[in-house]
C-alpha cells in the first residue's frame, strides 16, 4: 500500500487490517497519466468483479480532466504533478 499512498496516510493504513484492493490505473491513449486506489478494510466484503469495473469505469471517465489538466500547466510552463493524491473517507469528509 505504501507504493501507493503519501507518507502522511501509513501510520492509519498500520492501524487497520486492509480486506481488499483495486489499483486502476487512468490513462490517455498508451499513456499512464495517474492511479486510483481503492482497498476495503476488515469489516467490509472484499472487492467483486463488478467493483472492478466499476473502477476501471471510474478511470475511463476521469482520464479526459487529467489529460486536460496536463496539458494546462505543460502550456504555462509549469512541471506536471505525476499524480493527485485524494483521500476521500466513507462518511464524506475529504483530504488532498
Known sequence: MRLW???E???????VEVRSVIVAPVRATSRVLGMLLLWRER?????TETDRVF???????????FAAAEENLED???????????WVNPW?????
Open 9 to 15: 496516510a501509513w501510520p492509519y493504513l498500520e492501524r
Open 5 to 7: 499512498t503519501r507518507p
Open 43 to 47: 469489516c467490509g466484503p472484499a472487492f
Open 92 to 96: 464524506g469528509a475529504r483530504r488532498g
Open 55 to 65: 473502477a476501471e469505469e471510474v478511470t475511463r471517465r476521469l482520464a479526459p480532466a
Open 76 to 86: 504555462r510552463d509549469h512541471r506536471c504533478p505525476r499524480c493527485l493524491h485524494l
